[in-house]
Structures are given as C-alpha cells and as structure tokens.
C-alpha cells in the first residue's frame, strides 16, 4: 500500500508561475516530511523539509504547507524558473529505528518559456 | 569530492545471473540505504543499515541480499536476476534525520 500519496503525476508550469504539488500520508507516526529533487540520471537531493508541528516552511522561492489534521502537505515553488524543470518526490520520515524515509510516486514538473 | 558513489553505473543482465552493486561512501555515515526507482512508484526501499556488521528488511527486500562488513561500503547482491528486477538502483547515506545524499544510481536491464 502506499503510505504517502502524491499528485499530480506530471505538471506544466508557465516561466513566472506557481508551481504546487501535493502529497497525503496515512501514518501518524511519521515525524519529518522533507522533499526532494531529481535532475535527470542524478540522485535525489534534499531540497527542504518541515516538522508536523509547524504549518509552513519557507525557503528562497520553495514552500511548504502542511495541514496536521488533513494529513496532508504540499510543495509550492514560487515564480517558476526553467531550471526548476526536474522531478520532485514528496517524503516522510518514521520515528525510531532505520529512520527510514518513505517516498511519494513523484510530480515531473516542466516550466516553459 | 565527498558524497555516494556507486558502481557500475549501468548493467545488463541475464535471467538467472548474480550481480553485486556496490556503494560506498567517504562521509562516516552511519546509516545507509538501497532504493530501487521504478517509473510512477517513486523510490521503494529495498534493504538499509544503521551500522557496520547491520542490516535491515525494507519494503521490498525479496530477491536481494545486503552486507555491510565495512562502515562505508553497503553491498547489494542480485542472486538470480529476474526481468522484475529491471530498475534504476539508488544508493544512499543519512546525515540528517531526513537528510539523504543519493549515489547517481545504477540503471539494471535484466533480459
């Protein structure tokens, strides 16, 4: 089953756009939700992370929301810029031992001239 | 320069034959992760290690062996491959309690 939910699938966005990709998790029991970014044949990479006890996180043009009571998250990328162009993977932590990260299916965003 | 490096960097298999990916990593992680990158099932979670001589089942971990007999190398071993196991292979290190530093991964083609 998959524990965290991700959507869209893919998504085009306009150069100067907002960008807002959502995920949705079922496990109380997950205590970090970072994000992360792919480049084409490269890693992921950490791109930024909140807390389920804090609402919002912002960093430079990358933002995310998070709703405790819906269970549910999303990334919002500000004035979209062509090198923002990757794939973007939703994830969330468990407490304990392995602090094992388990990933959303991913959102290949596209921002167009 | 710092950072997971894995090897080879592409494959192709054989049903049936065995295969080790190795990963290794300079940064004295303690942790460390196997990924396999499926298109539209994101990242599933393999086996991973919080330890030299540790290992650990993850979502997926039939069909894999691991071992981890040094800190910075995690090893993963593909008995005898199946067309399933066609994928993309990531390896990774923690250095933060969400923080991963993915290898470039390893693309597998099993024939």
């Known amino acids: 089953q998959q524990q965290v939910k991700q959507s869209p699938q893919s998504l085009i966005v306009q150069k100067g756009g907002i960008s807002i990709i959502n995920c949705a998790y079922e496990?109380?029991?997950?205590?970090?939700f970072p994000w992360y970014q792919q480049f084409p044949g490269k890693g992921p990479a950490l791109l930024i992370a909140?807390?389920?006890?804090?609402s919002e996180k912002k960093e430079g043009r990358f933002t995310i929301s998070f709703n405790k009571s819906a269970k549910q998250f999303s990334l919002h990328i500000m004035d979209s810029q062509p090198g923002d162009s990757a794939t973007y993977f939703c994830?969330?932590?468990?407490?304990?031992?392995?602090?094992?990260?388990?990933f959303g299916t991913g959102t290949q965003l596209k921002v167009e001239l | 320069n710092a950072g997971v490096t894995q090897t080879p960097k592409f494959r192709v298999l054989k049903t049936g034959q065995s295969m080790t990916l190795l990963c290794a990593q300079d940064m004295n992680h303690e942790y460390m992760y196997w990924y396999r990158q499926d298109p539209g099932m994101g990242l599933r979670l393999i086996h991973y290690?919080?330890?030299?001589?540790?290992?650990a089942k993850g979502e997926v971990p039939d069909g894999y062996n691991v071992s981890r007999l040094k800190k910075q190398n995690f090893l993963l071993g593909l008995e005898s491959a199946a067309p399933s196991q066609t994928s993309v292979y990531f390896c990774?290190?923690?250095?933060?309690?969400?923080?991963?530093?993915f290898g470039s991964g390893t693309r597998l083609t099993v024939v």
């Open positions: 909140i807390r389920p006890d804090v």
């Open positions: 496990n109380t029991a997950f205590d970090y």
């Open positions: 290690s919080v330890g030299e001589g540790t290992t």
């Open positions: 994830a969330a932590k468990e407490g304990g031992g392995g602090n094992k990260l388990t």
């Open positions: 990774a290190s923690r250095w933060l309690n969400y923080g991963y530093t």
